[in-house]
């Protein structure tokens, strides 16, 4: 046991029943602490973390040499500093074992990272530290759980445990999990149907054996579970079964938590624990005797803490016993027991898994499938499946992230793979798309590191008072195991409640549960209320230590308060709570408020002051001295400014005015509390204002003559302009034809030298066009007479000589002419014709634009 360094270590000799006290060599020695882990290896105990004083959670790591009785802390070391897997945690709550030289610390919970999913790796040779990377099923890491190692399967069966649901919520867990330490795997097996923390497991026999803990899981509502369980529970290896022993049965009640056990000569020993207060007593469980049954029936189905086997089909003897035997060839054969079928439907145990993911679907005992994105048992006929925890990494990467179980930002954000949204609160998996500012974006400060409700309430977290200690806001179970805090809040507005300093009469002194009233030595209901017990105030820093320097013992009240109460403004009557006359500005019963005209804390000698309300009002309010104003529409501290709708100046002998509508009738409800100090209301009414006015009687005939002239000379007005406008007009188009005619004739100009009798410009040819003829057979295609290419040579104006039709004439008629020019936009630039030919093609020579083409 270690927890106060004034108090020598206790040890008992399991083997012949005897007590003895450790007496230590040095002066060196670890602080007092709890919820940390203790292991034996090579004749030393090592002892890591665990929380110092009750608020500070340590990674320190002490050595006690079981032989020169002294103690020595460790320094631990890491290979890579900067490298995930090279890290320690401070952490408490959690387990550990030693297997080939190196400790394993399983879970528990950190200050900073919350509660912790990893398993730390410490070899005790040489002290290095990792966080090695685990594969297999995704587990939730959690504080309080019961961890034991079987040498025979090389697994660590962890078991039950404080788990949390989100940033704010927790829960017990009934959670069976399997850890490899040499594969650093996970698999999760059948879990127990009971939910339990700060129990404690051994295996023997083929069964690990659990007994107490801690049920109580209820808020408002009790569904009966207690904080103190007695229940015993055995758990079947090889059949993956679970199943209840019978409860001890001895003169006084055993039902604990939080208490130690190990297995020792067949036997389970238990030791101290908490029932409402610290026990050192030692329990003994010794499981029962198989060849005690005669039967085979009975022998097969025995339920005492052992497996048994039915040998040579005659006798009962334990499983390992006949396994020993059989060896040994003392016995030929033997029956093993039945692995009893579950009453957990394989299918809903697992839609139940404690995780839901893809991983964790297929890791475990029962068979399940990960069947399009649900977690099913059998056969599953959808192409989106997977058996295998690879097949889950490599189809369902969203489902099989361990991101969503972490509720920490800090422990977020230390696994690469992962991303915190403040949005939410919750850490996802992070996309490639999302950038690297959005992973480095800062989180905020650790709980613990605020020291005043304020600060703490505002960042979301949890206050203590008593303690005076900030804790995320769903790890206060695993903060106050026993029950340490006495009040807490989560919001801002009750931080003042919560110290006892600002309380300033005994009555609301005692009612916290922290604090006590220290009377003054006058007795007149004077006095300073503190933090403190039913011994006295606590001296800051050192718990609960009583200091009598504070405050004398006979004017310390805790449970009640002095008989007279009269607030330092009286005193009472010999034998009496009743004051004698209080002092002139005060009244009450206990002389604890101000009179009528005046406002102030008038309770353990506070003074009062006269009402500021000018004439506008008589009296305030006695605590916070806000007038109570007479007028209706009259408002404010002071009674001095106008409501809405209400008009004028309160000051200087002023008043606020309602303005009123003739013929209309104003409701005014005053049944408030607040408007009973109303005593009058002032309206104003603004009177209608009539005017006169007088006008001659309009000419008629003077009207229409005025009218129509002014008529009559805008219309002439408007044609004179209309006609100046088309003169205008007329004269610009006229210079704009000239200088098209000047434009026209600077275009340059050529002659051409048309043959127009030559035999290739027949188009009285009547054969048609023979398709088939070589492209050097056929006549010289026509040529324009004029190419004018525009300003990017991309197009051009091209001209061609046409020869009009001639009917059945050899010319054209008379007055006609034979011969006409066509324009027409064509674009430049080479352009591959279709060709319809069936001899190969060759490339031809475009014919040049001479004199001797013609059309």
Known sequence: MFHDPHISSPLFNLADDTHSVIELTTETRPQPRHGHSLVVYLERLYMYGGLLGGAIVTDELWEFNVVTNHWTRINLQVIKR??????????SGHTAHVIDGVMYVIFGHSAIYGYLNTVQECNLANFVWTVPVTHGAIVKGGYGHSSVYDPRTLLIYIHGGYHSTSVSSYHLSDSLYAYNPKKHTWKILRSSGEFKYLHTAVILNGLMLVFGGNTHNDTTTSHGATCYSIHFLAY???????????????????????????????????????NGELLRDLLVYKPGNCKNLKSQAACLASRQGVRCAWANGAHCLSLSEAKQRRRHKVIDTYEPPVCERSPIDPKRGCEELPTKTCPSCVANSLRCVWCDGQCSHGYCSSA????????????????????????????????????????????????????????????????????????????????CSNERRCVESNSYVVSFLYGQCMEWTTMQSKCPATRCSEMRTCHECKMAPSCGWCNDASDTGLGVCMTGGATGPTQQGTGMVSSSNKCPSERWFFTHCPLCQCNGHSVCRPGTDQCEACSPLVTGPQCQY????????????G??????CGDQADTCNRLTG????????????????????????????????????????????????????????????TPGKISFSQFPQIDLINFFITFFSCFLSLLVLALTFWK???????????????????QRAKRPAGTCVVDATSPYCSLTATDPPDLLVPRRHRPNKPSPVALEPMMNHKAAALSLLIRMPTGDDDYTPPGVSGLCIGTALVTLGSHRKLSVEHAKPTRTKKPSVTSENCV
């Not at 409860?247 to 938590?257: C, F, G, N, S």
């Not at 101000?594 to 000698?605: E, P, R, S």
């Not at 104003?629 to 709708?645: A, P, Q, S």
């Open 236 to 274: 079947d290896i090889d059949c993956d079964r679970w199943y209840s022993l019978d409860e001890p049965k001895l003169a006084y009640d055993v039902a604990r938590y939080g208490h130690t056990a190990v297995a020792y000569d067949n036997q389970m020993f238990v030791f101290g624990g908490f």
């Open 607 to 612: 003074n009062c002051t006269a009402c500021d």
């Open 594 to 605: 101000c009179k009528d005209g005046y406002w102030g804390t008038a309770t353990n000698g």
């Open 626 to 685: 806000t007038c109570y104003c007479h007028t209706r529409g009259v408002f404010g501290k002071h009674c001095d400014m106008c409501d809405d709708k209400y008009y004028g100046n309160p000051k200087d002998g002023g008043t606020c005015y309602y303005e009123l509508v003739t013929d209309y009738q104003f409701t005014f409800n005053l049944s408030k509390d607040e408007d009973k100090h109303y005593t009058h209301i002032n309206f104003m009414n």
């Open 82 to 91: 900067d490298h995930p897997e090279s890290m320690y945690f401070a952490t």
């Open 724 to 742: 100046l406008k088309q003169k205008y007009d007329s004269y610009r188009r006229e210079q704009r034809r000239k200088l098209m005619l000047k």
């Open 384 to 463: 989106k499946k997977a058996v295998t925890v690879q097949g889950c990494h490599d189809n369902f990467t969203r489902t099989s992230s361990v991101c969503p179980t972490l509720h920490n930002c800090h422990a977020c954000r230390s696994n690469d793979a992962c991303l915190w949204s403040p949005s939410d609160n919750k850490c996802h998996l992070r996309m490639k798309s999302q950038s690297d500012g959005e992973k480095l974006s800062k989180c905020p400060v650790p709980c613990n590191t605020h020291a005043t409700c304020e600060n703490c309430t505002s960042a979301t977290c949890m206050w």
